[in-house]
């Protein structure tokens, strides 16, 4: 699930498998969303789940923030 900073959209997706491969299918299909209506994604904040995927997202050019252990956080900054 996530929410938009600025413009408070929201996309959500049941993962049947939470794997690094699949996490990056669906975070790449969000980017697309926001880029086909001319926005660019800036940073993902994220919890711990998505530290492994840290590099794949930082070669889209995206800043991963991850937040620490007991926080949930999943918030996008959109242009």
């Given at each position: ?45 994220g ?19 991850i ?13």
């Amino acid at each position: 699930m996530t929410t938009s900073y600025n413009i408070h959209f929201s996309t959500a997706e049941l993962l049947k498998v939470m794997k690094n491969k699949m996490l990056m299918t669906s975070i790449k299909q969000v980017i697309e969303a926001y880029h086909s209506q001319g926005f660019k994604m800036q940073a993902i904040l994220g919890d711990g789940q998505f530290k492994h995927i840290k590099q794949l997202i930082r070669q889209k050019g995206i800043t991963k923030n991850i937040c620490t252990t007991n926080e949930h956080m999943t918030e996008l900054k959109i242009t």
